[in-house]
């Protein structure tokens, strides 16, 4: 995706260095310019969205186990909802909900918990019988399935066409966006950041922030801060136009086998996990994983078996050990913020992070409490397991 020219040489002088040019930091540059930071500059290696962010499914939601995601899904989708206003950018929002599919009892009686506590934190959730999931999903199988959990807020939209948005928006404000520019060293002095070298050269600055995705861990090891982000392979394919309007169906998850879809213009976007993960920076395409993709169909949406791919690509997931996200300032590395880990779920929670992300280089208090996301978690055996990941 190209959003506009490249400057042939990178400025002396940031006040903050964005690395990362998918959701996270282009949605970072602009609540960063918006709220009055001047001097913002944004490193992008390849083209804005060109990570795992144009690879992303587009689905946003607020139906998690963890508080805090709960929070950060449904602040993101307040704007996303907002998004063809706010940033004069069509971004094909389809509000058609997420349904979870559901064939053990115990899984069930967790999204029961789960559910209890989106709706104290004012979400719609709720739980739905066999029979409500197939007037909601029609064209699934109801064999095996013991109930569902359903919210008819949540949505799913094109990636690539928020982060063209918030880059645009960033730009008239002032940002300096450099693409196909690589991030070679972050300099750090007496515990603190005082430059990032470029390919394009030096930059000083008191501030970075990591949004690299995939490439968090390697980013974080320049500034001697350990992230623990590994890459998982995800694939996904798109069909042929199907005869009905798939727009009607919601973003539905078979939960145990994470198998799922949504309409895609006018056909429908599939993925799975593969057999076997590969956790590698490993971006090819198996033809096993059809084969496979092609049973779970056959299971759970047999009416949907004789579809016709239209294309496919596959893509990263950025992994953290407890599936949960990386976000706040370093410890031991003054100026030095991160976000990353996402594990399946960054793009849906781009726009709200972006704002955590303004308030803690501001040092203001963010919408919602993201100590227990801090990386220090590890370190203190604190993990913060996630439950709802695809």
Known sequence: MTTGSTPQVAPTHASVVIVGGGIMGTATAHYLAEAGVEDVVLVERDEL?????SKAAGGLRSQ?????NIALGARSLETFRRFRSDFDQDIDLVTSGYLFLLDDEEDAARFERNVALQQSLGQSSRMVTVAEAAELSPVISTAGLVGGAFNPDDAHCTPEAAVAGFARAARRRGVTV???????DIVVEDGAVTGVETSRGPITTSAVVCAAGAWSQA????AGVELPVTPLRRQIMVTEPVDFDARKLPFTIDFSTSYYF??????????????TDVRE?????????IEHLSRLIAHRTPALEDVCIRRGWAGLYECSPDHNALIGSAV????????????????????????VLRDLYLGREPFVDISPMSVER?????????LNIV
């Open 49 to 53: 969205g060109s990570g795992s962010t």
């Open 64 to 68: 998690f186990s963890d508080e805090v």
């Open 178 to 184: 450099l693409r196909h520019t690589e991030v070679t």
């Open 219 to 222: 980013l974080g090891a320049m």
């Open 262 to 275: 949504h309409s895609e213009g006018d056909g429908l976007l599939m993925g799975a996990p593969e057999l």
């Open 281 to 289: 920076f490993d971006t090819h395409r198996d033809p096993e994983w």
């Open 332 to 355: 031991d590395v003054d100026g030095f913020l991160y976000a990353c880990g996402f594990s399946g779920h960054g793009f849906l929670q781009g726009p709200a992070v972006g704002e």
């Open 378 to 386: 590890f370190a203190a055996d604190a993990l913060r397991v996630e």
